[in-house]
């Protein structure tokens, strides 16, 4: 499984980006995935996740700003990210994951930098 997240980049408070997350080496359809964030010297949060059917939930910190999607045609998730603030600075990491058993295994894309300047 590999994950390629792209899309960060520097944008004014109030602006808006959307991040991809290109999925290869699995069957994409039955996977939920989900975006995760850390800013500098905080831990990862949780942003927002889609399951395999297309139910999503958003953490309430970006709740009516940011929105998870997916297009499995294309193998590619989204974060569409809107009034963006200060507080959103961080590296965006996009995640899935698999079970097997009683283990769990956790894909991770590379991480795309968001800044948003005041």
């Known amino acids: 499984v590999q994950l390629q997240a792209s899309g960060g980049g520097l944008v004014q408070a109030g602006g808006s980006l959307r991040l991809s997350c290109v999925a290869s080496?699995?069957?994409?359809?039955?996977?939920?995935m989900g975006w995760y964030r850390r800013a500098a010297g905080s831990q990862r949060e949780l942003v927002a996740t889609i399951s395999s059917g297309g139910s999503t939930f958003v953490a309430d910190s970006v709740k009516g700003r940011f929105a998870i999607s997916r297009d499995t045609a294309k193998n590619t998730m989204y974060l569409q990210m809107n009034s963006l603030q200060p507080d959103d600075t961080a590296v965006y990491f996009c995640?899935?994951?698999?079970?097997?058993?009683?283990?769990?295994?956790?894909?991770w894309g590379q991480g795309t930098l968001v800044t948003v300047s005041s």
């Open positions: 080496g699995m069957t994409f359809s039955r996977y939920g």
């Open positions: 995640n899935t994951r698999e079970y097997r058993g009683v283990q769990t295994i956790n894909y």
